[in-house]
């Protein structure tokens, strides 16, 4: 069966309509995606290689997150996303959206969790990432540059270099 989005318009409110995933929108109509970024107690982001095997930026460097799917919110998206790519769980009030940027037809919301977590306690979803490491904002900053990791909004960026104390 194939994967419906629901449909937000210019100011991110739902529309009641649906689309396939894969079909384009039309002018003034848009998605919701949403990227987690899961930072540890040294300031470390838990960051994430995708597989080659994916049409969308195969082997670049992330974070987890992808598109909320039709009936969900975006906080229930964030948790899926990291549940399905990284097999990890955070109770809802754990994370807490920094920031939403609208552009071409998505709204981005970055989601942000402080957790220690153990690289061995991850499990990766094989067929969206091929591997997990830690780097600090300054690595990440560089990879972008190096056209190794995707490259957010400078804007985007500035909420992860202080978005709270872990």
């Known amino acids: 069966m194939a994967e419906l989005w629901d449909i937000l318009d210019k100011d991110g409110s739902l529309t009641g309509r649906t689309i396939e995933r894969g079909r384009p929108l039309k002018e003034g109509e848009y998605h919701l995606v949403v990227h987690i970024w899961i930072r540890n107690s040294k300031g470390e982001y838990l960051i994430q290689k995708r597989s080659s095997q994916v049409g969308f930026l195969p082997g670049i460097w992330g974070v987890a997150g992808g598109s909320a799917v039709s009936g969900e919110s975006s906080l229930e998206a964030a948790l899926r996303e990291v549940k399905e790519e990284l097999g990890l769980s ?5 994370l807490r959206r ?3 940027v609208r552009y071409k037809s998505v709204f981005s919301d970055l989601w942000f969790v402080c957790r220690d977590i153990n690289l061995e ?3 990766i979803q094989k067929e969206e990432v091929s591997e997990v490491k830690y780097a600090c904002i300054d690595e990440i900053l560089s990879m972008i540059e190096r056209n190794e990791f995707i490259n957010f ?4 960026m500035s909420f992860l270099v202080n978005p709270c104390s872990c």
Not at 153 to 156: C, F, I, L, N, R
């Open 90 to 94: 955070f109770e809802p009030d754990t």
């Open 98 to 100: 920094l920031y939403r």
């Open 121 to 123: 306690d991850v499990r």
């Open 153 to 156: 909004a400078e804007a985007y």
